[in-house]
């Protein structure tokens, strides 16, 4: 069974650094794209972008080039979504999730529980 | 990018009922790349329909999603009372993927 794990709730100050984690079980890491999505309070969905383990190719949503990273270590089966200088308007719910069409846009059909993160001096 | 509308913002209805839920795309979508999720209060989205009409896996049979090109449509056929949730399209044939704005289907 294919299961994405996050790591726990974040509260930072602007300007602070932050990484969060999703760490994946249950299927071939490596085949999989895995990838983010912001939720930010009470809105829509927002796809950041994605990276396929295999080889790292990294894909961003124009929006979100710039402003976090993406990453993963594929020894330790787990992706990671950074910033290195927070705002306040980053405050929402960051959730990794993964697919394996062969587009890097496809559809997640596997979801993480969700990572909030609050930004707030 | 490609926006996406959904309509309406807000369904209220009752159990038992059809649910009839819309997406308009800016521009043609492929039906391969075209997608909807399930989202309830509290949980991560849940995909329900890839392309445009293949239910994900669990996906009960009640769920349905049909349309080509620029409109979409998933139906919830008798609505049962764990689907009142938020619903979102999606499309992930032009670069970036986007969603849809959602539409609430509510008591």
């Known amino acids: 069974e294919v299961q994405l794990v996050q790591s726990g709730a974040e509260v930072k100050k602007p300007g602070e650094s932050l990484k969060i984690s999703c760490k994946g079980s249950?299927?071939?890491?490596?085949?999989?794209?895995i990838g983010w999505v912001r939720q930010m309070p009470g809105k829509g969905l927002e796809w950041m972008g994605v990276?396929?383990?295999?080889?790292?190719?990294?894909r961003y949503n124009p929006s979100f080039r710039g402003q976090v990273t993406i990453s993963a270590d594929k020894s330790i089966t787990t992706a990671y979504l950074q910033w290195s200088s927070l705002k306040a308007s980053d405050t929402a719910m960051y959730y990794c999730?993964?697919?394996?069409?062969?587009?890097?846009?496809?559809?997640?059909?596997?979801w993480g529980q969700g990572t909030l993160v609050t930004v707030s001096s | 990018e490609i926006v996406l509308t959904q309509s309406p913002g807000t369904l209220s209805l009752s159990p038992g009922e059809r649910a009839t839920l819309s997406c308009r795309a800016s521009?043609?979508?492929?039906?391969?790349?075209f997608a909807w999720y399930q989202q309830k209060p509290g949980q991560a989205p849940r995909l329900l329909i890839y392309?445009?009409?293949s239910r994900a896996t669990g996906v009960p049979d009640r769920f349905s999603g049909s349309g080509s090109g620029t409109d979409f449509t998933l139906t919830i056929s008798r609505l049962e009372p764990e689907d009142f949730a938020v619903y979102y399209c999606?499309?992930?044939?032009?670069?970036?993927?986007?969603f849809g704005q959602g539409t609430k289907v509510e008591i």
């Open positions: 249950g299927y071939r890491f490596t085949s999989y794209w």
């Open positions: 999606q499309q992930c044939d032009s670069s970036p993927p986007t």
């Open positions: 990276i396929y383990p295999g080889d790292s190719d990294t």
């Open positions: 392309g445009a009409s």
């Open positions: 521009q043609s979508v492929s039906s391969s790349y």
């Open positions: 999730a993964a697919h394996n069409s062969g587009w890097y846009g496809g559809p997640f059909d596997h």
